[in-house]
Every structure is written in structure tokens, then in C-alpha cells.
């Protein structure tokens, strides 16, 4: 269970990790290292150099603007938890895992590893969050649902850096997640957001469902029922709920059903959107509850 | 590679590979084996520390990456007479510990907890206590003990 070797290198700028990345094959950023060590750790990964990203201090910085909150790749996690300048990442970022991981996991880091059971991947894909990468001589916007490409896998090519994510705001938002232990990854995870229009005329809602697949899925026609038919009621609210599981495409496996994943999308699509219409019922992970 | 941090409180140099990890740096490198490593991989909290206050999987960190950060292990929690962390005290007053093994890694994850949060409920305790595994005790003692702990320090902020 110890690492194997690799070089080791901790540039202080954006520009000389992407040479190293780019002059070094098989090399790995080190962001946080919370995906990364337990890799390292079971050999699973073996990379000849680790390219580690503390030192670039411009990759820390949070901007908060009307519309959006900027946050650069190698902001803590315990950063974000109870943010105000972005109440769902602040609300979603309680359930990352535990303290130990939050103090050293990263908010580019867990985006990258681009695991769809993990809180931010599902929170990007709901608000549509731009993530911005730079590589040798260029640098490029990459919208979320464009980002995601599969289990573990993104759109950055092998010499970029995501360097920062812009997440819109959203009016009104829920998230809720359901996992088997305290801490664990979730078995299913919900964000929902009612994204406002370019010219704020209008707001849409835009439902996110992670866990399940490879990537985390938008619910298009539950987001079309949303906001066409509205969710003032409990009834409207589960239709959108019903509409939502049956958008995901799940298999059983050792631990849920796909009968059982259905049934829980729906569930927590109607916790989070009850959420959002009463926030009072915002949930943390540290109340206790039975599955439902 | 050659890296310099504190470890309670004293300046420390090692010099390490790369791939040492900041547990193993403590533990090999310092003689300092009260973090205990269990599952090498991130899943236990037996080798939590504290670097910058912060709670860290030691087994998760490089050493190289604590460069010039300030650590706090388990070692440094005894006070200069020799008396027992209201933490330590409370694990062995409420048999918070039967075998050992995760004690360092739960008493260091308490102490950020009531760092950070001087008065938890007792599901607040659950909550950040779940970060940690043990085998032998079935939790509650280990919630009891973080409650008299917080309780005990408590009664002494009041004294002050």
C-alpha cells in the first residue's frame, strides 16, 4: 500500500505545470490528492511525475460577481462548505465526505476526477457551470454538459489544467443526496436549480441526477414540466419527481436495484425541489434520518 | 528531497522521495508512532493529524506537500506536567478505546471538532466521528467520551 515512484515537481505557475505536463509523458497533477493518493496507493495509477498545483497561488482565488461565483481549480472543499456567495455549493459541499478529505480535497480536483456520485460534478451539471482549462499555448471554456464524458472521464486533453469554474447563480435551489454510510459516496445524489434567463425575464428550472450513470444526467423532461406547469403544489412537485426517474437509465448493482434507484430519484428530485420552494426544509448530513 | 515543517511546535527537516507520505514521513522519518496507519488509503482516519489546524489523512498527504506547514500529532497533545488532553482523558474515563488502534486518528478528529464547534450535539459528534472507524467499542462510548470532553472543557473555559 505504498505509492510507487514518480518525480515530484511543484511549479509556481500555470504555464510551467503545462510544459511539465507537456514535456512528460505519463505525468499527473496533483491537485488536492484525495482521488489521487488511494490510486497511487493500490498502484491503480503510475505516473512518472506528479505535477503538484499548491504553489500556484492564482489558482485559489474566489470571485463573486451578480451572476456568477468564480472559483479557481485549488480552492478547498472546506472552503465552500456554508458558502454564501453560492448557497447551493455551500449547502452541497456539507456532504462532501469528511472534515480530513474537505481540508485538503479541491473543488477543480473533484471536477476533474469526475466522479458522477460526488457533489460537485452533479452541482456543475445543474447550474451549468463553465469550466475554464489552459493548455500549451491556448486556453478554452468548456460548458458542463459538454465536460463530463463518462465514468472518470472529462473532455481536458492530456497537457491541460483546469485552472477555474464559473458557476452561475441560481434564484432557488435544492440539493439532496442519499448514501448507505455517513460520508460515503452518494448511492444517489440531486441538485436542482432555477437558473435565470440572459435578460432575467424569465427563469427555467434544470435538474441534475448524479450516481447513477457514468456521468451526471439532466432531467430534460422533468425540467420542461418544472417550468412550464410550475411547482407551487406537492402534486406538481411529484409529477416533475415521477418524470425524473424515469429519465435516468439504471442497472442493478450490488447495493441498489435499478427499481430502487428509480424509486430514490424521484424521492429526493421531490426533496430538493420542496427545498427550494420552503428552504426551512434544507437538510445536513449531521440530522439524522431513516432511508426513506 | 529534503522538507521542513513543525511538528508540535518543533522545527523538523526529513529527507524523503517523493512518494513518502506524510504518515510514513512522521512515523519512519520522526519515530513518531502514534499515528497509526490502518488502511493506507484513505477509507480508516486512524492516521488523522492536523496540518494548519486543518484535519488530514496522513496517509493521503505526501510529505513533500507539508513543506513549511505546521503539524499537530497525537504526541503533542500531553500537557508539559505530564497530564492528560480533557480529549485523552475522557477517551479513558468513558472507555472510549478498547484495542487502541484508531484512537490516535478519533482523538485528533475530536480535536478539531471541538475546535471548530465547542459544544456539539451528540449527532454532530456522529456526524464528524463517522470520518473515523473503530472495530471494538460500537461508537457510543466514543460519543460519550467527546461529550465530557467538551463538557470538561466547557466548565474549564467558565473557570478562566
Known amino acids: 500500500m505504498k505509492p510507487p515512484p514518480f518525480d515530484y515537481a511543484a511549479p509556481s505557475s500555470v504555464t510551467e505545470a503545462v510544459d511539465l505536463l507537456a514535456a512528460t509523458e505519463d505525468a499527473k497533477l496533483l491537485a488536492g490528492g484525495q482521488s489521487l493518493m488511494p490510486l497511487l496507493a493500490l498502484r491503480l495509477a503510475r505516473p512518472t511525475l506528479l505535477v503538484d498545483l499548491q504553489d500556484v497561488e492564482a489558482l485559489s482565488s474566489i470571485e463573486t460577481s451578480v451572476r456568477s461565483v468564480r472559483f479557481g481549480a485549488m480552492v478547498r472543499q472546506h472552503q465552500l462548505v456554508g458558502s454564501t456567495s453560492h448557497p447551493l455549493i455551500g449547502s452541497a459541499a456539507r456532504w462532501i465526505a469528511h472534515a480530513a478529505i474537505r481540508?485538503?480535497?479541491?473543488?477543480?480536483?473533484?471536477?476533474?476526477?469526475?466522479?458522477?456520485?460526488?457533489?460537485?460534478?452533479?452541482?456543475?451539471?445543474?447550474?451549468?457551470?463553465?469550466?475554464?482549462?489552459?493548455?500549451?499555448?491556448?486556453?478554452?471554456?468548456?460548458?458542463?454538459?459538454?465536460?463530463?464524458?463518462?465514468?472518470?472521464?472529462?473532455?481536458?486533453?492530456?497537457?491541460?489544467?483546469?485552472?477555474?469554474?464559473?458557476?452561475?447563480?441560481?434564484?432557488?435551489?435544492?440539493?439532496?443526496?442519499?448514501?448507505?454510510?455517513?460520508?460515503?459516496?452518494?448511492?444517489?445524489?440531486?441538485?436542482?436549480?432555477?437558473?435565470?434567463?440572459?435578460?432575467?425575464?424569465?427563469?427555467?428550472?434544470?435538474?441534475?441526477?448524479?450516481?447513477?450513470?457514468?456521468?451526471?444526467?439532466?432531467?430534460?423532461?422533468?425540467e420542461q414540466e418544472a417550468t412550464v406547469a410550475g411547482v407551487h403544489t406537492a402534486a406538481q412537485i411529484e409529477a416533475v419527481a415521477r418524470l425524473a426517474s424515469t429519465e435516468i437509465e439504471a442497472v442493478d448493482h450490488l447495493h441498489a436495484s435499478a427499481t430502487y434507484q428509480r424509486a430514490m430519484t424521484a424521492e429526493l428530485v421531490s426533496r430538493a425541489l420542496t427545498q427550494a420552494v420552503e428552504p426551512t426544509t434544507i437538510s445536513e448530513p449531521s440530522q439524522r434520518e431513516t432511508a426513506p | 528531497m529534503r522538507v521542513e515543517f513543525t511538528v508540535n511546535g518543533s522545527a523538523e527537516s526529513v529527507e524523503v522521495e517523493p512518494r513518502v507520505t506524510l504518515a510514513d514521513a512522521l512515523r519512519e522519518e520522526l519515530g513518531l508512532t502514534g499515528t497509526h496507519l490502518g488502511c493506507e488509503h484513505g477509507v480508516c482516519g486512524a492516521c488523522t493529524v492536523l496540518v494548519d489546524e486543518q484535519p488530514v489523512r496522513s496517509c493521503l498527504m505526501l510529505a513533500v506537500q507539508a513543506r513549511n506547514a505546521s503539524l499537530q500529532t497525537i504526541e503533542g497533545l500531553e500537557r508539559e506536567n505530564g497530564s492528560l488532553h480533557p480529549l485523552q482523558q475522557a477517551f479513558s474515563d468513558c472507555h472510549g478505546l478498547q484495542c487502541g488502534f484508531c484512537t490516535p486518528g478519533m482523538v485528533m478528529t475530536a480535536v478539531h471538532l471541538l475546535a471548530t464547534n465547542p459544544d456539539p450535539t451528540r449527532d454532530e459528534i456522529r456526524a464528524e466521528m463517522s470520518a473515523n472507524i473503530c472495530r471494538c467499542t460500537g461508537y457510543n462510548s466514543i460519543v460519550d467520551s467527546v461529550e465530557q470532553a467538551a463538557t470538561a472543557r466547557g466548565a474549564l473555559a467558565r473557570d478562566d
Open chain 1, 103 to 222: 481540508s485538503r480535497g479541491t473543488i477543480g480536483g473533484s471536477l476533474a476526477h469526475a466522479d458522477s456520485a460526488a457533489e460537485l460534478p452533479v452541482v456543475a451539471t445543474a447550474v451549468g457551470a463553465t469550466m475554464e482549462a489552459v493548455g500549451r499555448g491556448r486556453s478554452r471554456s468548456i460548458g458542463a454538459d459538454q465536460f463530463f464524458h463518462g465514468l472518470l472521464q472529462t473532455a481536458l486533453a492530456e497537457d491541460e489544467v483546469l485552472t477555474a469554474i464559473d458557476f452561475p447563480l441560481p434564484r432557488r435551489w435544492g440539493f439532496a443526496e442519499l448514501a448507505r454510510r455517513h460520508g460515503d459516496f452518494a448511492l444517489v445524489l440531486v441538485a436542482v436549480a432555477e437558473m435565470p434567463s440572459e435578460d432575467d425575464r424569465t427563469h427555467h428550472w434544470q435538474i441534475a441526477v448524479g450516481g447513477i450513470e457514468g456521468t451526471p444526467r439532466r432531467c430534460l423532461n422533468a
